[in-house]
């Protein structure tokens, strides 16, 4: 007789990590009720909802502690910029709902719009409907009782528009002239951006055309090209403005002027107060003095650090984790080459952005003024970053497991109850 040895917790336990660690997204097989749950067909959506909805709503509380001192000291209510922030909040939720309701089509439509109205309202900028909103970079655009910052959006449409125009010439690229005209749709927002004088937009945008170049594996050559035309770039645009060469030598050098903007060393200070587990929403001290209006937007993670601590601060870069995560999966998952396109590039642009504006609140970097996506203080920029979530949860709908999960799903219909009467217990 052959002994049999009864499953304990712990073999349990592992069999079912076991399923869970899988990457390789194994099928169900018949009999098999059991299925992966990194291999689940809606997994990829429901991430990117979650953390797309705890990362807005941690920006709606973060909008509120971090701009009631500056509202004040611009004879404001405390909850000027909070209530204005909940109104994009709600706008941009609309807006990302419709658009990741949008199937391919649409989506490259949209793109070629949102590309043609971005670079007008970039062109408006250097028209008396633009304004330097006192930052000293005319990035802004007045429209009556609306302000706007186009740069935020030209962001989002160059992504998109590059995504097309690479997913329609994918045989050509090996001829300079269609990679020329690839380039120049950057180009020409680029440029625009530096005339403004927001540096820190066009790094954004120049690791964002590097990231797509290469995810959509564009030949090393022009990208190494590239790389070096930017690093002069860059390099002649610091070296020829005082302001940007004085942020360098402040960051190489953080005692070189003892009258300089303190904000860097507050944010410090921030971060360090908070400890484990912060001193409680509204309690932070920096934001009363050397932040100032950098509280809410380029330092709100310092804030963040400061009121919620080390535990605040790694939840916020899990969920960016997470999101990233989700985000790589839906590229690698997608058939489309401009859903993969599109979706690994809005993917970089979120995790680029992120790090550099951590980066520069934990004095990693120098000042570049980028905010933090979803958290900051911004209408146009929480905007823009939610719209690009919702093009997310579009290409991750169409994901060839979620496609056939909605199928089998709509095959099945609802589900019937059957109701059985025994007539043994009838009276």
């Known amino acids: 007789m052959s002994r049999t040895r009864s499953r304990t917790p712990y073999d349990r336990l592992m069999t079912r990590l076991g399923r869970i660690l899988r990457l390789d997204g194994g099928r169900r097989t018949m009999g098999?009720?059991?299925?992966?749950?990194?291999?689940?067909?809606?997994?990829?959506?429901?991430?990117?909802?979650?953390?797309?909805?705890?990362?807005?709503?941690?920006?709606?509380?973060m909008s509120l502690s971090s701009s009631s001192v500056y509202a004040q000291s611009l004879d404001l209510g405390p909850y000027y910029f909070a209530l204005r922030q909940l109104g994009f909040l709600a706008i941009g939720g609309i807006a990302a709902f419709i658009a990741s309701r949008m199937g391919e089509r649409?989506?490259?439509?949209?793109?070629?719009?949102?590309?043609?109205?971005?670079?007008?309202?970039?062109?408006?900028?250097?028209?008396?409907?633009?304004?330097?909103?006192?930052?000293?970079?005319?990035?802004?655009?007045?429209?009556?009782?609306?302000?706007?910052?186009?740069?935020?959006f030209a962001k989002l449409a160059v992504i998109?528009?590059?995504?097309?125009?690479?997913?329609?010439?994918?045989?050509?690229?090996?001829?300079?002239?269609?990679?020329?005209?690839?380039?120049?749709?950057?180009?020409v927002v680029a440029v625009l951006v530096i005339a403004q004088g927001d540096?820190?937009?066009?790094?954004?945008?120049?690791?964002?055309?590097?990231?797509?170049?290469?995810?959509?594996?564009?030949q090393k050559r022009y990208i190494l090209g590239l790389l070096a035309a930017a690093g002069l770039v860059v390099a002649a645009a610091v070296v020829t403005t005082p302001y940007r060469m004085?942020?360098?030598?402040?960051?190489?050098?953080?005692?070189?002027?003892?009258?300089?903007?303190?904000?860097?060393?507050?944010?410090?200070f921030a971060l360090a107060t908070g400890g484990w587990w912060g001193v409680g929403i509204g309690g932070s001290r920096q934001?009363?003095?050397?932040?100032?209006?950098?509280?809410?937007?380029?330092?709100?993670?310092?804030?963040?650090?400061?009121?919620?601590?080390?535990?605040?601060?790694?939840?916020?870069?899990?969920?960016?984790?997470?999101?990233?995560?989700?985000?790589?999966?839906?590229?690698?998952?997608?058939?489309?080459?401009?859903?993969?396109?599109?979706a690994a590039t809005v993917t970089a642009w979120t995790a680029v952005q992120a790090m550099m504006n951590i980066g520069v609140a934990m004095k990693l970097l120098p000042v570049v003024g980028v905010p933090l996506p979803f958290i900051s203080i911004g209408g146009s920029a929480l905007i823009a970053n939610?719209?690009?979530?919702?093009?997310?949860l579009s290409c991750a709908r169409h994901e060839p497991a979620a496609e056939a999960y909605r199928e089998a799903s709509r095959r099945s219909g609802p589900p019937r109850v059957t109701t059985v009467v025994d007539g043994s217990h009838r009276d």
């Open 246 to 268: 004085r942020r360098i030598t402040l960051f190489l050098h953080p005692g070189a002027d003892p009258d300089a903007s303190q904000q860097p060393l507050s944010a410090i």
């Open 199 to 218: 540096l820190g937009t066009a790094l954004i945008i120049g690791a964002v055309l590097i990231a797509q170049m290469w995810a959509f594996g564009i």
């Open 160 to 187: 998109m528009v590059g995504s097309v125009y690479l997913a329609a010439r994918r045989e050509d690229l090996g001829q300079f002239r269609h990679l020329a005209i690839y380039l120049g749709l950057y180009g």
């Open 106 to 152: 649409l989506l490259r439509g949209f793109g070629w719009v949102a590309y043609c109205g971005a670079v007008l309202m970039l062109i408006l900028v250097f028209t008396p409907l633009g304004s330097d909103a006192g930052k000293g970079n005319r990035s802004w655009l007045v429209l009556g009782p609306i302000t706007l910052q186009p740069s935020e």
């Open 386 to 392: 939610l719209v690009a979530s919702g093009i997310l």
């Open 32 to 61: 098999d009720s059991q299925e992966p749950l990194l291999a689940a067909p809606m997994l990829d959506q429901y991430v990117i909802l979650v953390t797309t909805v705890l990362l807005a709503g941690i920006g709606a509380l």
């Open 287 to 342: 934001k009363w003095g050397g932040l100032y209006d950098g509280a809410q937007n380029d330092f709100v993670f310092a804030v963040l650090g400061e009121e919620m601590g080390l535990v605040g601060t790694l939840a916020v870069l899990l969920l960016f984790s997470l999101l990233v995560w989700a985000g790589i999966r839906v590229a690698m998952r997608s058939r489309s080459q401009f859903r993969r396109t599109l």
